[in-house]
């Protein structure tokens, strides 16, 4: 092998290694921020401003702690969550369903859970000072290849997943 060749291969070589993939993590709630609603009565939960509902088909009714849709006859209470904290125009809370028998947050590492996979989602990536800085809005079955995008961009801190139809939030997306 030639000097120029040796170099020319040397000088290659990181153009043609491979990057890992981008690993994400995607959990459900934590079950004991809804534990004081859990047995509540209609009456006691209204003046949480929450209500219990029965769901009555599947898919529907989407658990944001097991990020799955609840099964027909479930109870769930709806109840309005907070999904992005923060002091800025991007501050974020829409009404949510979370299984009353779901006691422990769903962990998906580097796949979709079914609640997501199902619907059309609206992504939205933010930095770490809570400011969006892109988004996507992807169709059943394209979240994987969207997230991962968005995740190689150094400067997303999590993406927030909403379902596109009802703008709900549906689950936080950090770097695994």
Not at 138 to 143: A, F, H, I, L, N
Request: hydrophobic letters at 45%; charged letters at 25%.
């Amino acid at each position: 092998m030639s000097e120029f060749q040796r170099k020319t291969r040397e000088a290659s070589w990181p153009a043609i290694v491979q990057m890992a993939p981008m690993t994400y993590r995607i959990s459900g709630l934590e079950p004991s921020q809804f534990a004081h609603l859990i047995g509540l009565s209609d009456e006691q939960l209204a003046a949480h401003g929450a209500t219990r509902m029965i769901a009555d088909g599947q898919p529907s009714f989407p658990c944001r702690v097991r990020l799955d849709d609840a099964k027909a006859g479930e109870t769930l209470l709806l109840v309005n969550h907070v999904s992005h904290h923060g002091n800025n125009p991007y501050r974020a809370s829409h009404a949510i369903f979370v299984s009353e028998s779901a006691t422990e947050a769903a962990v998906y590492r580097d796949e979709i859970p079914p609640a997501l996979e199902r619907r059309i989602l609206s992504l939205r990536a933010f930095d770490q000072k809570g400011m969006m800085i892109d988004a996507a809005l992807v169709q059943p079955g394209e979240g994987d290849a969207a997230v991962r995008r968005m995740l190689a961009n150094a400067a997303i801190d999590h993406i927030d997943a909403h379902n596109a139809t009802r703008g709900c939030f549906a689950a936080r997306i950090d770097r695994a």
